[in-house]
T-cell receptor
Framework: QKEVEQNSGPLSVPEGAIASLNCTYSDRVSQSFFWYRQYSGKSPELIMSIYSNGDKEDGRFTAQLNKASQYVSLLIRDSQPSDSATYLCASLHERGGGNKLTFGTGTQLKVEL | DTGVSQDPRHKITKRGQNVTFRCDPISEHNRLYWYRQTLGQGPEFLTYFQNEAQLEKSRLLSDRFSAERPKGSFSTLEIQRTEQGDSAMYLC??????????????FGPGTRLTVL
């Protein structure tokens, strides 16, 4: 079982719709979670971080964390074609002072006109 | 804030050659990380530094790989005797950690390595 799992997609949504991206993780020790956006051929760009249960909103993005269910999600409201990218979910491990991010394989999002 | 920079952006080399990559983190950041990403996968952790100290290395980091951060500023990643399996995007990230658990890592543009 991978530590962080995502559906690879592609997830296709029409312009203006809400895109819902999901991620599950296996390590209950993980404390912090991050969503990165990655355009083809580019490096990951941090778009959201979440540290406690509940919702966190930033503009059109809402991250949701449920530690009991080991589930993280990202909602993108009013999706735009420029949101078309791969979205990477990552968990932070702090075992023994280490701080590595463990990534899922990413979900490809396509926003269609 | 100039962001994380990496050099070179692309490197093509022949199998068996040595290569070295450089990363300059965001200036006030105390932690620096190296990751590797292959097509269709998320980045995989290689190693990280707290200031000049290398505190953790992944099993992925074979003896052919070495990383340094001599003055706690820029870092270099060297791969000796490159193999075709080393072909990947090498990503550097940095963060400012003052409180445990709050660690936002910002990535540089990456160095794409192709081993022929």
């Amino acid at each position: 079982q991978k530590e962080v799992e995502q559906n690879s997609g592609p997830l296709s949504v029409p312009e203006g719709a809400i895109a819902s991206l999901n991620c599950t993780y296996s390590d209950r020790v993980s404390q912090s979670f991050f969503w990165y956006r990655q355009y083809s051929g580019k490096s990951p760009e941090l778009i959201m971080s979440i540290y406690s249960n509940g919702d966190k909103e930033d503009g059109r993005f809402t991250a949701q964390l449920n530690k009991a269910s080991q589930y993280v999600s990202l909602l993108i409201r009013d999706s735009q074609p420029s949101d078309s990218a791969t979205y990477l979910c990552a968990s932070l491990h702090e075992r023994g002072g280490g701080n590595k991010l463990t990534f899922g394989t990413g979900t490809q999002l396509k926003v269609e006109l | 804030d100039t962001g994380v920079s990496q050099d070179p952006r692309h490197k093509i080399t022949k199998r068996g050659q040595n290569v070295t990559f450089r990363c300059d983190p965001i200036s006030e950041h105390n932690r620096l990380y190296w990751y590797r990403q292959t097509l269709g996968q998320g980045p995989e952790f290689l190693t990280y530094f707290q200031n000049e100290a290398q505190l953790e290395k992944s099993r992925l980091l074979s003896d052919r790989f070495s990383a340094e951060r001599p003055k706690g500023s820029f870092s270099t990643l060297e791969i000796q005797r490159t193999e075709q399996g080393d072909s990947a995007m090498y990503l550097c990230a940095s963060s400012l950690v003052v409180t445990s658990g709050y660690n936002e890592q910002f990535f540089g543009p990456g160095t794409r390595l192709t081993v022929l």
